[in-house]
C-alpha cells in the first residue's frame, strides 16, 4: 500500500471525487452566469436561488399527487424554472439595461433574498431528504476507492451539458447569433434579428442550467433553502478567476477549482475554506480580465 | 422625352426626417428620394449628418420623427429588425466586423429577409479573399477585406437597397477601385444603393445622382453628369 506525502489514498481519491462533483455543480453554474453576463451584461445574483428552485421543484414533483421521479425533474424542473426566469427578465431586467451594473446586482440580489425568504418561511431551513434514484442507487468498488454511482452520472452528466453548451455557443449558427449580440446588439439587430427576444431565451436557459444543477444536486445535498447562498459565492469567485462572459472559462475554473479545494482538504485542510478566494485574488492582480477573458 | 419615362420607380422616399441623439438634434428635416436600381450619394462635410441620415433611416438613432418610406411602407414607426426584414441592409462605417465571428461566420450572420439573395458562390466569385481567409477571424482581416466582409455579408440577405455608409474609408487607391467596381457591378445586377462619401471624385465614378448635405438638411441636388459644370459649387459645399 503506496502513500504520498503520508497521505492513504482513500483520503486523496475520496476528496478528488468530492472535488469533482463541487467541480461540476461550480461549472454548470459559473457557466449559466457566463451565459447571461455576456449578453444582458447583467451578474445574475439570482443563480444560486434559482439552483435552488431547480431543486425544490424535484422535491415538489417527487411529493405531489402526480409522484414525478428524478428523471422527470431533469426535464421539467430547468422548463419551469426558465419559465420564471423568463417572466423576472420581460417584467424587471429589461427596465434596467440601459442603466449601471449597479442596478442590476441590486435587483437581482434583492430578488435572491426574497425568494430564500419566501422559501424559508414555508419550508424553514433545515433540508428536505431527497433519495438517489434506484437506477443510480450503489456504487463499484474500483480497487482504490469506492465510487457511488450517483455521483459518477453528475459527473459525466455536468460535464455533457457544459460541452454541449459550449458546443452551440462556439460551433452553431444560433451561437454565432448570440456571440455577435453579445459585442454589438445594435447591428445584430439592425441586420433584422430580434435581439431582445434573444436576450429573454438566453436568460431563460441561463436560469434552466441553474435549475438543472439544483436537481442534480438534491440527492447529495439536501434541498433546502439556503443551498443556494451557500454554494453561490464560491461560484462568483470561479466566475471570475475564469472570466467574466468567458464560456470555456467558467467550464474549466469550475472543475479545476473544484479539484483544487478537494486536494486542499487533503493535504492543508485549514485553508480549505479559502483557497478559492486566494486564487481569486491572486488572479486578479495578475490577470484582471480572469485567466480565460477579454478586456472590455 | 418625358422625364417621368426617364425617373425609376420610387424605392425609398424620405420626407422632412428629423433625429435626435440624446438632446442633440442632429437631422432638421432631411428630404430626398432613391430609385429603383438607382446609386445616389449623400455628400458632405463631417458632422453634416450623412451617417445619422442612414442611422435614421435604418431605425438605430435615439429618436426620429417625419417620414421614412420603403416601397410603399411607412418605416417611421418599426424597430430597425422589422425595418432590415423588409428589404433594407446596412454596412456600417466602422464596419462592424464582429471579432468573436470568423470571417465565414460574420458572411453568415445576417439572415436572409427576402428570396433572391446572392450565393456564397456568388459572393466569393465577386470577393475571393474572403474565401481564402474564411476560417480567420473577422477583425484579423486587412481594412480592405473587413469591408469586403461587410460589404459581401448583405448581399446574401436579399434586400433590395444597400446603405453603404463610406466604404471607401482610410483604404488604399487600389482597394478603392476594386469597391468602385463592386459598387458598378452590384448596381448591373439591379441593387438599389444609397452611399455615403466625402469624396465625391470616386462618388461621381459609381453614382446617378447626389445629394449635398449640410447641418442636417439636403440643401443642393446634381445629377452625375451635371458634375463638370457645377466643380465650382462642389468645392466650396466641400471645402475641399
Known sequence: ?296 | MPEAAVMAKELLKVRDLHAWYGESHILHGMSFDVGEGEVVTLLGRNGAGKTTTMKAIMGIVGQRKGSVVFEGTETIGLGSNRIARLGIAYCPEERGIFASLDVEENLMLPPAVRPGGMSIEEIHAIFPNLKERRRSQGTKLSGGEQQMLAIGRILRTGARLLLLDEPTEGLAPVIVQQIGNVIRTLKTKGFTILLVEQNFRFAATVADRHYVVEHGRVIDHIRNEDIPANMDRLHEYLGV
Request: net charge positive; charged share 5%; with cysteine.
Open chain 1, 1 to 296: 500500500m503506496f502513500e504520498l506525502l503520508g497521505i492513504p489514498p482513500q483520503a486523496l481519491f475520496g476528496q478528488l471525487l468530492i472535488g469533482l462533483i463541487n467541480g461540476a455543480f461550480y461549472a454548470m453554474l459559473s457557466l449559466g452566469l457566463a451565459v447571461i453576463f455576456g449578453l444582458l451584461n447583467i451578474i445574475n445574483f439570482t443563480h444560486g436561488a434559482q439552483y435552488m428552485m431547480g431543486a425544490f421543484v424535484a422535491w415538489f414533483l417527487l411529493n405531489s399527487a402526480l409522484g414525478l421521479n428524478y428523471w422527470w425533474a431533469l426535464l421539467i424542473a430547468p422548463i419551469v424554472v426558465g419559465i420564471t426566469g423568463i417572466v423576472i427578465e420581460r417584467l424587471l431586467l429589461k427596465r434596467i439595461y440601459k442603466l449601471d451594473h449597479l442596478y442590476g446586482l441590486l435587483l437581482t440580489f434583492g430578488l435572491a433574498l426574497v425568494i430564500e425568504g419566501l422559501f424559508r418561511n414555508y419550508y424553514g431551513s433545515t433540508g428536505l431528504p431527497y433519495s438517489i434514484p434506484p437506477q443510480l442507487a450503489g456504487g463499484h468498488n474500483l480497487g482504490f476507492m469506492f465510487l457511488p454511482n450517483y455521483r459518477a452520472w453528475v459527473i459525466v452528466f455536468s460535464l455533457a451539458v457544459c460541452l454541449g453548451t459550449w458546443f452551440v455557443i462556439e460551433r452553431t449558427s444560433l451561437g454565432a447569433t448570440l456571440r455577435a449580440a453579445t459585442e454589438n446588439p445594435t447591428l445584430v439587430q439592425a441586420f433584422g434579428i430580434n435581439v431582445p427576444r434573444l436576450i429573454t431565451v438566453t436568460y431563460g436557459f441561463g436560469v434552466g442550467l441553474a435549475a438543472l444543477a439544483g436537481v442534480l444536486a438534491a440527492p447529495i445535498y439536501q434541498v433546502s433553502p439556503l443551498m443556494g447562498s451557500q454554494i453561490i459565492i464560491v461560484v462568483f469567485a470561479v466566475v471570475v478567476i475564469g472570466g467574466m462572459g468567458s464560456i470555456m472559462g467558467a467550464i474549466v475554473s469550475g472543475f479545476g477549482l473544484g479539484v483544487i479545494e478537494g486536494l486542499t482538504k487533503v493535504f492543508y485542510p485549514e485553508a480549505s475554506n479559502t483557497v478559492i478566494f486566494v486564487i481569486m485574488a491572486i488572479v486578479l492582480l495578475v490577470r484582471p480580465a480572469g485567466l480565460f477573458g477579454r478586456a472590455r
